[in-house]
T-cell receptor, first 114, second 119 residues
Framework: QKEVEQDPGPLSVPEGAIVSLNCTYS??????FMWYRQYSRKGPELLMY????GNKEDGRFTAQVDKSSKYISLFIRDSQPSDSATYLC??????????????FGRGTSLIVHP | NAGVTQTPKFQVLKTGQSMTLQCAQD?????MSWYRQDPGMGLRLIHY???????DQGEVPNGYNVSRSTTEDFPLRLLSAAPSQTSVYFC??????????????????FGAGSRLTVL
């Protein structure tokens, strides 16, 4: 079992839908949780970053961390065709937790059709 | 700021040839790393460095060499290319965040990628 599990999809939704992307993990030392967005033939870019538990909102995007369940989510409201990309979750224990090297999920391919 | 710059963007090699993928960053990041990305496999860490003169192996280091003579540059060398090394390679860097606990995350800045085909 991989340390971080993420369904590769593809996930296909109509424009305007609410999208939920998820990752589960097994390492209880993880404290930093990140979502990267990767467009086709481009490098990943940071979308959201959360430290410890809780929610974080940025425009149409909400990142949620439930450390008790070892489960993180990214919600996209009013999804747009421009949101079509691969979304990678990543997490780490951080420098102070003993490992700053992030562990990535395999990425979920999202397709938003008009 | 240019961020993380990778060259070349595309390269075709024959089996047994050697080459170097270049990575440079202008953000004074201590940490630099190389990943390969293959369909269905996600990002896999090849090598990383926490500062000039310091390198370490990641998950899939075999067949690759790195060195870090300056803070800015972190080249990846393929010694004798094999078809199994056909992949997209990404360089990524970050500050180490030693100032306080909340900045101890490793939030990476990625380059645009180098697409390598080995025939």
């Amino acid at each position: 079992q991989k340390e971080v599990e993420q369904d590769p999809g593809p996930l296909s939704v109509p424009e305007g839908a609410i999208v939920s992307l998820n990752c589960t993990y097994s390492n209880s030392a993880f404290q930093y949780f990140m979502w990267y967005r990767q467009y086709s033939r481009k490098g990943p870019e940071l979308l959201m970053y959360t430290y410890s538990s809780g929610n974080k909102e940025d425009g149409r995007f909400t990142a949620q961390v439930d450390k008790s369940s070892k489960y993180i989510s990214l919600f996209i409201r009013d999804s747009q065709p421009s949101d079509s990309a691969t979304y990678l979750c990543a997490m780490s224990a951080g420098l102070w937790g003993g490992s700053y090297i992030p562990t990535f999920g395999r990425g979920t391919s999202l397709i938003v059709h008009p | 700021n240019a961020g993380v710059t990778q060259t070349p963007k595309f390269q075709v090699l024959k089996t047994g040839q050697s080459m170097t993928l270049q990575c440079a960053q202008d953000m004074n990041h201590e940490y630099m790393s190389w990943y390969r990305q293959d369909p269905g496999m996600g990002l896999r860490l090849i090598h990383y460095s926490v500062g000039a003169g310091i390198t370490d192996q990641g998950e899939v280091p075999n067949g690759y060499n790195v060195s870090r003579s300056t803070t800015e540059d972190f080249p990846l060398r393929l010694l004798s290319a094999a078809p199994s090394q056909t992949s997209v390679y990404f360089c990524a860097s970050t500050l180490m965040g030693i100032r306080d606990t909340s900045s101890g995350a490793n939030v990476l800045t990625f380059g645009a990628g180098s697409r390598l085909t080995v025939l």
